[in-house]
């Protein structure tokens, strides 16, 4: 398997990928619930990201297959040190590639491409719900640093 930058003929698997992500982030709590175009905007989202100076969009790839995605971006921390952040916002292996060591090959990748790119501070955004995701980036030493808490109005 291989990580690298995406390109714009990886932007279908990549959305579809980016799908995924959400579909599993809405069977950990339903204020995540799917939009009916969720496809047609994470195409147009995937494309964006391929032209932004501050988004990353890595991929994985067995063969021609792309089997990973990791969508990231630079963001300025106005108020704290350190001041730029690459805040992890997608990241999805297809199951069948779990558990190979890939998701923390794909996470060093982002990492050090996030650091050329000016990030200080690494971190990733995941359901907090999703012990899985909070375990895997807990095991590399992340920590929770922010908690959101949601509801529907009434």
Same mark, same amino acid.
């Given at each position: ?5 995406a390109r714009r003929s990886d ?19 339903? #204020?995540? =619930?799917?939009?009916?175009? !969720?496809?047609? $905007? *994470?195409? +147009? ?56 060591? #890939?998701? =923390?090959?794909?996470?060093? !990748?982002?990492? $050090? *491409?996030? +650091? ?39």
């Amino acid at each position: 398997m291989k990580v690298r930058r995406a390109r714009r003929s990886d932007v279908p698997a990549v959305a579809e990928l980016i799908v995924r992500t959400k579909r599993l982030n809405n069977e950990f709590d339903p #204020l995540f =619930a799917l939009v009916p175009d !969720a496809k047609a $905007r *994470a195409r +147009k989202y995937a494309t964006s990201s391929l032209t932004s100076p501050q988004d990353l969009l890595l991929v994985a790839t067995d063969g021609e297959k792309v089997v990973g995605v990791i969508r990231a971006e630079l963001r300025e921390r106005i108020f704290y040190k350190p001041h730029r952040e690459g805040l992890i916002t997608d990241f999805y292996i297809l199951p069948e590639f779990r558990r190979k060591a #890939l998701g =923390a090959e794909m996470l060093q !990748a982002a990492s $050090r *491409a996030l +650091k050329k790119m000016g990030a200080e501070i690494i971190v990733g955004e995941v359901p907090s719900r999703n012990e899985i995701a909070m375990k895997f980036y807990a095991k590399r030493g992340f920590r929770p640093l922010v908690q959101l808490f949601g509801t529907s109005p009434q």
